[in-house]
Structure formats: structure tokens, C-alpha cells
């Protein structure tokens, strides 16, 4: 209750003097105002964050008073006190604004505890407001990269278009979930349900009833009717990660419902509807799975109608560094500390390293370098051994080798197939698709 700063209004004068010190006594810093008018005055002044205030005054009604208050500082709290008989007055007062009242003679105890509650009512509501703010903020990617600014393009576009499936490809840690929020974000709808789930995060018999629900008594341990995911998630977003790591048995599952939007609970003879859009993600090579017989080839035609390759790190460029200062930051003001920085060396072993973690291991590392070592500048020997080696020999030596021999490769096929990317693919035994990221991966022009 420290630092709380209330403002009292009310024309006993005695009565604001007692409460003043006993409030002050309980954390409670209180300013005192006598009539309505130097209430206002106080009030415009000195923002307190909270008011109370009196029904009866001599030269404002209270209730006149409340109106002006609530239009302008509408989400400071204002509980009224009044006397015996102006009940009536103290439920107006609520259906204009008020927090909550007190009937004179009251007991202070009582007025402190229901400040104590109207404060964590005040803050509660503005963390939830923060974090509405945050997940419905477009401009949630961080990149200036051409890769970046083509991305962040098809997001606009596709979040704005009726696609009710989206699949979502790239390595692990490259910002799947972040691409996922951002269109659900420029949806046009960011205030309706964005549901997360990771299809590897429980077996198959609970991520069905997660999933589409469970009615009481289907299963042992199913002691209630539970909403499913797909019911909570209704007209707004249902975002499966790790797609790839379903069972066959809830592929099929997920293909009805994809097909129809029509689905059943667990136990359930009733089918209901769902009305959502459905986006998927993997770090996996679906067409590659589909080959080998563990993703179903119906459902991967159904997820790829709309399909989103994000970039890896390496192939970001500048981002790079764009990101290492955007953690930098973000993290220091969460520790309560000056950001790091980075001496001229590090920048550069930053640009060198290959970011196997990609945009996770950024956040990663930035983070362990902030609690370790908060508003210092990075040098050299604070950074974990992966990169004490990009002096000399690196462990991605091999990878570079075997990255320029895949690049030599495509490049000799493409030429000798005059550039038709299909008939290439078919000389190397690939996808069209899986050249196509390749391709990209590579940096083939």
C-alpha cells in the first residue's frame, strides 16, 4: 500500500483530519479537500490515484462532482461515502462511475481494506490492458531485411484476405509463434481469441480432448464436460505448433474439421461447429514426412494452401544486430538495469557466427548477458565458448564445406536443365518445393 496517493473531499473537516492520519499511518499518503470546488482544483492537480468522495457537500452536489471527475480522469477510482439517508444518491453514484460507497459512520478498517481492493482492481485492469496493447500492436517483427520486408508483406496481406488454414515453415527459433500473433493481430480482429498449443506437449489421448473437448465421465480422470481449444478459440485464431509431431489418428481429426469446421468432443454423440482460423507451423519437411508415411497427404494439401516460409537468421543480414539491440533493451527494462553493449569485436564475431538457434538464441544469449553482467560492455571472453572459435577454426567449418558442395550441385543441375526448377528437382530427387527453400537457403540467384 506504499505510495498510493488519495484524495479526500468532504466538508467535515474533522472527519478528513482523523482519516488522513489514519490512512497515513496504514501507507496511505492522503491530500484534504473541504467543498467541491477545491476538490476539482486537487483532483486536476495532483492526479491522485484514487478519490474519495462525499454525497453531501455545500457548494457541489457529489454526484455533480463525480460526472466531472470520471470525464476527465475516468480511470482513477472514486469511492463515494455518504450518510444514512442518501442511499438512494450512492447508487446513482455507482450507475454513473463509482468504484463502491461506505454509509456513514463507517469502519476505517473497512474504508482501508476496500482501498486495498479498489487499487488491485486499478492495477489489474492496467496490466491487462498493457497486454492487450502489446498483443494487439501491429509491428511486433523485428527486421529491415529484404527477406524480412517481403515477409512481413504476405503477412499483411494473407492476415487481411479469408484464408482459414495458413502453414507456417521455417527452422526452429526463427519466430514462428511471433508470425502467427502478427497475423492474428492484423486480422482486423486483434481483440478476439489467439490460441496457442504445441502438438508435442501431451500424448494423444489428452491433446484430443485439449483439442476439441471432453464430456464428463469419456475416459477415466475426465470427472467434468470441458471446452475443447477449438470451442475457446471461436472466431478467432487456433495456432497448432510443432504440426508435424500429430498422430495420425488426430491428423484425421484435424482434416474434418478443416474440411467441414465441424467437429465432435470426446465422448460426445453431438457435433458442434467451429468458426476459427486455423494456422500450423513446423520446422519440419512435411512433403519429406508425407513420403515417409508419417503426415497424412490429404491434410498437408489442406495446410498448404496458404503456406509462410520464414527466413533463418543467417539469411536476415543486418537484422542481426537490429534484434541483439531490441533484447538488449526490452531485457534491460524488465531487469531494472542499463542495457549491455557490445565492444567492436563481439559485433563482429555476431555477424560471422551462424545462429544455428536463430532468433531464439539471440534472445537467449542477450538475456544470460544481462542478468550476468547488467549495463556492462560485452567483450570477448563473457561470451559462451561457441563463439571463442570464430578467431580460427570454426565448429562451422564442416557446414560451411557441405553447404558451398549442396550450392555447387543445385547450381550445375540448374544449368544443365536450363533453369526449369521442376526437372531440376526431379534430377536430384526432391520436391519442387524442398529446391525451392534450397534455393533460398543458399542464397541462389
Not at 492526479?47 to 470520471?70: A, S, W
Not at 526463427?174 to 480482429?189: L, Q
Amino acid at each position: 500500500m506504499n505510495n498510493i496517493n488519495c484524495l479526500l473531499i468532504d466538508d467535515e473537516v474533522k472527519l478528513t483530519n482523523s482519516l488522513a492520519f489514519t490512512l497515513g499511518e496504514a501507507g496511505i499518503d492522503c491530500i484534504e479537500a473541504n467543498d467541491g470546488t477545491s476538490g476539482l482544483q486537487a483532483a486536476i492537480t495532483h492526479t491522485p490515484d484514487l478519490i474519495i468522495l462525499d454525497v453531501r457537500l455545500p457548494d457541489i452536489p457529489g454526484l455533480e462532482i463525480l460526472e466531472q471527475l470520471k470525464a476527465k480522469m475516468s480511470d482513477t477510482p472514486i469511492i463515494m461515502i455518504s450518510a444514512h439517508g442518501d442511499t438512494k444518491d450512492a447508487v446513482k453514484a455507482m450507475k454513473v462511475g463509482a468504484s463502491d460507497y461506505l454509509t456513514k459512520p463507517f469502519d476505517v478498517d473497512e474504508l482501508i481494506l476496500m482501498i486495498q481492493e479498489t487499487i488491485s482492481k486499478k492495477q489489474l485492469k492496467n496490466e491487462v490492458q498493457y497486454l492487450r496493447k502489446i498483443h494487439s500492436s501491429s509491428g511486433n517483427i523485428i527486421g529491415e531485411s529484404p527477406a524480412m520486408k517481403t515477409l512481413i508483406k504476405s503477412v499483411g496481406r494473407i492476415a487481411q484476405s479469408k484464408a482459414k488454414t495458413i502453414l507456417l515453415l521455417g527452422e526452429t527459433g526463427v519466430g514462428k509463434a511471433v508470425i502467427a500473433r502478427e497475423i492474428h493481430n492484423r486480422s482486423g480482429h486483434p481483440e478476439l481469441p489467439f490460441i496457442e498449443i504445441n502438438c508435442a506437449a501431451l500424448p494423444e489421448e489428452l491433446m484430443e480432448a485439449e483439442l476439441f473437448g471432453v464430456e464428463k465421465g469419456a475416459y477415466t480422470g475426465a470427472a467434468s464436460k470441458r471446452a475443447g481449444l477449438v470451442e475457446i478459440a471461436n472466431q478467432g485464431t487456433l495456432f497448432l505448433d510443432e504440426i508435424g509431431e500429430l498422430s495420425m489418428k488426430l491428423q484425421a481429426k484435424l482434416l474434418t474439421l478443416l474440411e467441414s469446421w465441424i467437429y465432435r468432443p470426446v465422448g460426445s454423440s453431438r457435433e458442434k461447429r467451429a468458426d476459427i482460423r486455423v494456422i500450423a507451423a513446423t520446422n519440419r519437411d512435411l512433403e519429406q514426412n508425407v513420403l515417409n508415411g508419417t503426415f497424412r497427404k490429404d491434410l498437408f494439401f489442406r495446410l498448404n494452401i496458404m503456406p509462410i516460409e520464414i527466413p533463418r537468421l543467417i539469411d536476415r543480414g543486418d537484422d542481426i544486430w537490429l534484434l541483439v539491440t531490441y533484447f538488449a533493451e526490452t531485457l534491460a527494462n524488465r531487469e531494472g538495469c542499463p542495457p549491455i553493449r557490445f565492444t567492436q569485436q563481439v559485433q563482429q564475431i555476431f555477424a560471422e557466427y551462424k545462429w544455428p538457434g536463430n532468433v531464439r538464441e539471440i534472445k537467449n544469449l542477450v538475456e544470460r548477458l544481462t542478468i550476468l553482467y547488467p549495463g556492462q560492455e560485452i567483450c570477448l571472453d563473457q561470451l559462451p565458448n561457441e563463439f571463442l572459435h570464430l578467431n580460427g577454426e570454426t565448429p562451422n567449418s564442416i557446414n560451411d564445406t557441405l553447404e558451398t558442395a549442396e550450392k555447387d550441385l543445385i547450381l550445375r543441375v540448374l544449368n544443365e536443365c536450363k533453369g526449369k526448377k521442376g526437372l531440376t528437382a526431379e534430377k536430384l530427387g526432391i520436391s519442387r518445393h524442398a529446391l525451392k527453400r534450397r534455393i533460398q537457403r543458399l542464397g541462389i540467384e
